[in-house]
């Protein structure tokens, strides 16, 4: 059996930018409606992100088998370098002509407050992938991305009979009740977290019970609180890890789901996929930015063991 993992979602250049002083001391809040204003920004740094390639560094990290499949722009040249650097699988990535890559600039103050502002460009694109010709698939993921893509990437893996996880993150706003009825019924696995779903539940109008029902396991995630995953009419509890040091939270989510990914495609039980999820997003909020851990998987397994007290493998 294959063990590759299809990894759908968004590939994107953070700008993080900082501003040395505080953004209410500029904003006049009687003027907002004719704001002009511009901010000396003395430092600035380019992180590689994207929900796709933040999932699929993690798993590899893991020794796991991650296709990346993805949508870039005319300028993403070196990105594809880093990428094959790393040892990801690339072919499923798409070029887009005339685009720029998806980014994001973030402008922050003293008091961490931000003002951002995204591009989605090449991101708009990924509906042009096909799932069908990626070859044998253990499981997929249908992570942020653009909008026609999730859902077309979504309908590809239900038809095909690849199971996948529903993770719609930041672009839930994007659905529908309808939509979102249509990707849980197609998926195997519905990643949020409890804010999500909230939002999950409001807008489809169904319960805890009723939506874990549907699936093969519902994975629900509280931040410092540690997660849920509700299987099989099981809740499993799932404990935070102690992070060396709290550095940025910027791609846990994806860590955490790239460890869930592993243990589905290595046949773990769902209490030992979850504790992996949860050590992965430990070892990465100690680490700016998405991809700049880097862990052998030695060091994860003694981690795991001292976190957990016993070996997942």
């Known amino acids: 059996m ?28 009687d003027q907002l409606h004719r704001v002009n204003v511009s901010f000396l920004v003395p430092s600035l740094r380019l992180e590689y992100g994207g929900c796709a390639v933040n999932i ?29 650097k790393q040892g990801l699988d690339t072919r499923a990535i798409r070029t887009i002509p005339g685009a720029y890559t998806a980014q994001c600039f973030v402008t922050a103050d003293q008091d961490n407050n931000q003002i951002n502002a995204f591009h989605p460009g090449a991101m708009q694109h990924s509906h042009e992938n096909n799932v069908g010709d990626q070859g044998p698939l253990r499981v997929a993921i249908i992570s942020p991305d653009g909008r026609d893509g999730m859902l077309k990437h979504a309908a590809d893996c239900a038809a095909l009979g690849v199971p996948f996880m529903f993770d719609p993150g930041q672009q839930l706003p994007m659905f529908s009740g309808d939509e979102l009825l249509r990707c849980i019924d197609g998926a195997s696995y519905l990643a949020c977290n409890d804010y999500e779903f909230e939002v999950v ?12 029902a549907r699936l093969d396991a519902l994975v629900v995630t509280r931040g410092g609180e540690g997660s849920d995953i509700y299987a099989g009419g099981e809740r499993h509890r799932i404990p935070a890890v102690q992070a060396e040091q709290v550095v940025d939270p910027t791609g846990c989510g994806d860590a955490y789901r790239a460890g869930l ?20 997003g430990a070892i990465k909020i100690a680490h700016a930015g998405g991809q700049n851990h880097s862990v052998a998987p030695e060091e ?14």
């Open 2 to 29: 294959t063990h590759t993992a299809l990894i759908c979602g968004s590939i994107a250049f953070d700008k993080i930018m900082q501003y040395h002083g505080r953004f209410a001391d500029t904003l006049l809040a």
């Open 201 to 212: 539940m409001d807008r489809t109008g169904l319960g805890l019970e009723q939506i874990a």
């Open 261 to 280: 990914l592993y243990g589905i495609t290595q046949g773990f039980d769902w209490p030992t996929t979850g504790r992996i999820a949860s050590l992965l």
């Open 56 to 84: 699929a560094y993690n798993l590899k990290l893991l020794g796991g088998e991650p296709l990346v499949m993805g949508t870039i722009g005319q300028d993403g040249g070196d990105y594809l370098e880093r990428m094959r």
């Open 300 to 313: 994860i397994d003694r981690r795991f063991e001292a976190a957990f007290g016993y070996r997942f493998r």
